[in-house]
């Protein structure tokens, strides 16, 4: 198992995304605040959250200059601002 995800930590320090697993799992909290405000199933809520938070970080690393930790960093942080305030 080891030899395998060295691989793949490789690969993800390389393209500069090792903060995006805890971005993503930090920011779902948005996506959960809102389908338990909107009474929608969670699971369904938190895949498409999901899949639209990474196409949106995927276009501000298209678009944008700065890194994509610092890109991380920047929405996780209002995200999970918006769910506090909205809990």
Not at 6 to 28: E, R, T
Not at 37 to 49: R, W
Request: proline fraction near 0%.
């Amino acid at each position: 198992v080891a030899i395998s995800t060295a691989k793949i930590g490789c690969f993800v320090v390389w393209k500069g995304l090792g903060y995006f697993n805890d971005a993503l799992s930090h920011s779902m909290l948005l996506g959960l605040v809102l389908g338990s405000l909107f009474s929608i199933n969670l699971q369904i809520v938190a895949i498409i959250y999901a899949l639209l938070y990474a196409t949106f970080m995927y276009l501000i690393k298209i678009k944008s200059k700065i890194s994509n930790d610092i890109s991380l960093a920047i929405t996780t942080s209002v995200t999970v601002s918006l769910a506090v305030i909205l809990i």
